[in-house]
């Protein structure tokens, strides 16, 4: 089992800027990627952005170039750094730890733009 715990979310206004941290506890050394998901109300859970435990990177393209994910394999811990927010990043954001044989997912942290 992977248990994952987020922090950082949080109210601001549009074009500011916040930092997400899931830290990993358990199972880790199954785990190759790690992600951030988001679900807005009224929407379905999306892909944010993801990384391999080699680093290589994944982004929705509605977060490019605003958003940076990265990860601390030495802290098992995978932080999204979201710059120049907007009010449809408004959303319950999840971090997801995969293995080869499952899915792990943390309880959520709100992130609220403000226009």
């Known amino acids: 089992q992977v248990q994952l715990v987020e922090s950082g979310g949080g109210m601001v206004q549009a074009g500011g800027s916040l930092r997400l941290s899931c830290a990993a506890s358990?199972?880790?050394?199954?785990?190759?990627?790690m992600g951030w998901y988001r679900q807005a109300p009224g929407k379905q859970r999306e892909l944010v952005a993801k990384?391999?435990?080699?680093?290589?990177?994944a982004y929705a393209d509605s977060v490019k170039g605003r958003f940076t994910i990265s990860r601390d394999n030495a802290k098992n811990t995978v932080y999204l750094e979201m710059n120049s927010l907007k009010p449809e990043d408004t959303a319950v954001y999840y971090c997801?730890?995969?293995?080869?044989?499952?899915?792990?997912w943390g309880r959520g942290t709100r992130v609220t733009v403000s226009s």
């Open positions: 358990g199972s880790i050394f199954s785990i190759n990627t």
């Open positions: 990384i391999t435990r080699g680093g290589t990177s």
């Open positions: 997801n730890a995969a293995s080869s044989r499952a899915d792990y």
